[in-house]
């Protein structure tokens, strides 16, 4: 099993000896919804975008319906930092450590003319 950020959404979702949901790709799913699932807007309004492989974050829907589609489409490729749904301060496990610039280098014509300077 790999262990870089949430690689679970890489794998398929299902197990191909039994034919039922990838057990860690179901505590994903069950992960992403308790993340979504305590925003202010989607505990008043009982539906949240769906990040699903065929609605692709485009759809506001019923919370049942993102369990459904989750569990038969899978998520939106790539969609790994759940920034739609309320996450916020993610740790994806960098091995380095961020750093500041020590120097913006020269400004140019661009900026300038766009109030940089």
């Known amino acids: ?3 870089y950020f949430r690689s679970w959404m890489d ?3 299902m197990n191909p000896e039994s034919n ?3 057990e860690e790709y179901a505590r994903g799913i069950v992960e992403f919804m308790q993340v979504a699932g305590n925003q202010p807007r989607v505990q008043k309004s009982g539906k949240l ?3 699903c492989s ?8 019923r919370v049942e319906i993102v369990w459904h589609h989750l569990y038969s489409n899978g998520f ?4 790994k930092i759940w920034y739609l749904h309320g996450e916020r301060n993610y740790d994806y496990g960098s091995t380095s450590e961020p750093t500041v610039s020590d120097s913006l280098g020269d400004r140019t014509e ?8």
């Open 11 to 13: 794998e398929p979702m």
């Open 76 to 79: 939106t490729p790539g969609y």
């Open 54 to 61: 065929i609605c692709q974050n485009s759809r506001n829907v």
């Open 49 to 51: 975008i769906c990040p």
């Open 20 to 22: 039922t949901l990838n």
């Open 110 to 117: 661009v900026d300038v003319c766009v109030g940089t300077d």
């Open 1 to 3: 099993m790999s262990t």
